[in-house]
């Protein structure tokens, strides 16, 4: 409510500039217009082309400090309206993410809860016993990522060091770890060894959120393939998911953006994970593009130029 009352004063404000402007660009004019008749009635001897210079000269600085200042007042109006619309896409992100935090938050501690009560009022043969602690340990897995990633996201700025690591290593482990949560869904292929300089914590986290991004929007198999080009390294993630309209797909790596109403939304997630993933990449001198996958589906590929160390 307050800020559809902050748009229509801005309105009403820039409404009136404007009016007075023109107002006071008709204004000058009919004043030079009548001077100038003025001095015609008056004496035709004393009216000369000096006089008619004049009047042309006041008539052309006139039009053109209001065009001037036209220009001026339309490109403040302009700048105004897009820092406003900023701020409130801004604000919205913001109050989405909170929305997100909070149901990231309370529905693994209320499912750990319950299991626990279960446990510990009941008796229970071993195989129940199993599946409750299973269950814990993927809401615990849950909000571990969750607040991962909002360390990192404070910590993106900070300097980061970097080892020469296994990389197809470090990836099948990450599928490892997606695996006890999502049974038989995930599947690696490429390259069985390649060492590459990263960090191994940070690059990890932006594989988590990729995987995790990819399984939580599809119902089938998800696919990571590592190969080893000429010029770069290339990981691929594809799903079988709905895919992406191509007008949302730079939306996406904007912090705290998610597709769709938060109010209304049934899929989890906080809008940072595709964004920390993008700026991880990029912290590895990386790309990250989006593809459609084919019949159906998303393909996430991360680009990593090579160096000497890429074996």
Same mark, same amino acid.
């Given at each position: 409510?307050?800020?559809?009352? @902050?748009?229509y004063?801005?309105? =009403?404000?820039?409404?009136?500039?404007?009016?007075?402007?023109?107002?006071?660009? *008709?204004?000058?004019l009919? #004043?030079?217009?009548?001077? $100038?008749?003025?001095?015609?009635?008056?004496?035709?001897?004393v009216?000369?082309?000096?006089?008619?210079?004049?009047?042309?000269?006041?008539?052309?600085?006139?039009?053109?400090?209001?065009?001037? #200042?036209?220009v001026?007042?339309?490109?403040?109006?302009?700048? &105004?309206?897009?820092?406003?619309?900023?701020?409130?896409?801004?604000?919205?992100?913001?109050n989405? #993410?909170?929305?997100?935090?909070? $149901?990231?938050?309370?529905?693994?501690?209320?499912?750990?809860?319950?299991?626990?009560?279960?446990?510990?009022?009941?008796?229970?043969?071993?195989? +129940?016993?199993?599946? *409750?602690?299973?269950?814990?340990?993927?809401?615990? !897995?849950?909000?571990?990522?969750?607040?991962?990633?909002?360390? +990192?996201?404070?910590?993106?700025?900070?300097?980061? !060091?970097?080892?020469?690591?296994? &990389?197809?290593?470090? &990836?099948?482990?990450?599928?490892e770890? /997606?695996?006890?949560?999502?049974?038989?869904?995930?599947?690696?292929?490429?390259?069985?060894? *390649?060492?590459?300089?990263?960090?191994?914590?940070? /690059?990890?986290?932006?594989?988590?959120? +990729?995987?995790?991004?990819?399984?939580r929007?599809?119902?089938?198999? @998800?696919? +990571?393939?590592?190969?080893?080009?000429?010029?770069? =390294?290339?990981?691929?993630?594809?799903?079988?998911?709905?895919?992406?309209?191509?007008?949302?797909?730079?939306?996406?790596?904007?912090?705290?953006?998610?597709? %769709?109403?938060?109010?209304?939304?049934?899929?989890? %997630?906080? %809008?940072?994970?595709? /964004?920390?993933?993008?700026?991880v @990449?990029?912290?590895h001198?990386?790309?990250?593009?989006?593809?459609?996958?084919?019949?159906?589906?998303? @393909?996430?590929?991360?680009?990593?130029?090579?160096?000497?160390?890429?074996?």
């Amino acid at each position: 409510m307050k800020n559809a009352s @902050v748009k229509y004063l801005t309105i =009403i404000i820039i409404t009136y500039m404007l009016a007075a402007l023109a107002w006071w660009t *008709l204004l000058l004019l009919k #004043f030079n217009t009548a001077s $100038h008749t003025l001095a015609q009635t008056a004496e035709a001897s004393v009216y000369t082309q000096e006089a008619i210079a004049d009047y042309d000269k006041n008539k052309k600085m006139i039009l053109g400090e209001g065009i001037v #200042f036209a220009v001026a007042l339309v490109t403040g109006i302009f700048l &105004l309206y897009r820092s406003y619309k900023r701020e409130l896409e801004t604000t919205q992100k913001q109050n989405n #993410f909170l929305m997100s935090v909070t $149901h990231e938050l309370k529905t693994p501690l209320s499912v750990m809860k319950l299991s626990n009560e279960t446990m510990r009022t009941r008796t229970l043969d071993d195989n +129940l016993q199993k599946k *409750l602690l299973h269950i814990d340990q993927k809401e615990i !897995t849950r909000l571990e990522v969750l607040i991962n990633n909002l360390l +990192l996201s404070s910590k993106l700025d900070q300097s980061h !060091t970097s080892s020469v690591e296994n &990389l197809a290593s470090l &990836l099948k482990a990450r599928c490892e770890i /997606f695996d006890s949560r999502y049974p038989n869904r995930i599947t690696y292929s490429g390259q069985e060894s *390649l060492d590459y300089p990263l960090d191994k914590n940070l /690059f990890s986290t932006a594989i988590d959120n +990729l995987l995790d991004n990819a399984l939580r929007y599809s119902e089938g198999s @998800v696919h +990571l393939r590592l190969k080893n080009l000429d010029a770069a =390294i290339e990981i691929s993630i594809s799903d079988d998911g709905n895919g992406i309209p191509p007008n949302e797909r730079k939306k996406i790596f904007e912090k705290f953006y998610r597709i %769709g109403d938060e109010n209304t939304r049934t899929t989890q %997630g906080t %809008g940072l994970g595709l /964004f920390l993933a993008k700026s991880v @990449v990029e912290a590895h001198k990386g790309s990250i593009e989006i593809s459609d996958n084919v019949p159906m589906g998303t @393909v996430f590929t991360i680009r990593l130029k090579k160096d000497k160390h890429a074996t």
